[in-house]
């Protein structure tokens, strides 16, 4: 009896899918269950596989706060519908004014060694829809999310998000493709307060 339930609310949301890609529902017709055309567009097939690179970032006036490397893989999922970018980042390095200042803010070196030495993870999914738009979905270990929109300028993908939960701001993210094998993004970030920060990643397939 459970599996059924189970398939019968499987079917259930399939309709309901399938039925809210029309603004108008023929009665008498069965909603067709067939998905969307998978992607296949050059951006999202050129994303797909294992990228490395390094990543630096400014806040402010602060230059190069921190640096950090960084692994990221793309891959097409839920039957070729979206792009999923999964990436892992490790500090390498923190400037002696931010040091600094964290030790002005009464943390002790061993707080400021475990910041060092910290792993930061994040998710971003991927789709286009159907007025060929970008728009993508964040999540990342800082408990921060967003939704993004945005397109592709030749050579270039241009994101705008919108930060919640425990972010906040927006942010504009340009990637450039420099070849098949090299792409590089440079993220600005306007927060609630006015300040800002800009970080760029450069990253090479392996």
Known sequence: MKKLNL????????V???SNQK?????????????????????SKWFVGSWQGTAVSDFGRHKQWAKGNCQIKYELDLNGQFLIRRGQ?????LSDEYTSQLKGQGLSDSDIEKMRSSTFESMEVYTIDKNGEI???LFDSLRCA???????????????????IQGAGSS???????????FIS???YLLPDGSTMEDKIEMSRQ
Do not use: M
Request: hydrophobic content about 30%.
């Open 7 to 14: 398939i019968a609310f499987v079917l259930i949301l399939s």
């Open 16 to 18: 309901s899918c399938a």
């Open 23 to 43: 603004n108008q529902i023929d009665k008498g017709n069965i909603p067709s269950l067939e998905p969307p055309k998978q992607l296949n567009d050059q951006w």
């Open 89 to 93: 980042s490790q500090v390498t390095s």
């Open 135 to 137: 728009v993508g979905y």
């Open 146 to 164: 967003a939704k993004g929109t945005g397109r592709r300028e030749g050579n270039k993908e241009i994101i705008n998000w919108q930060w919640t």
């Open 172 to 182: 504009t993210r340009i990637t450039e493709k420099i070849s098949d094998n090299k």
């Open 186 to 188: 440079t993220e600005r």
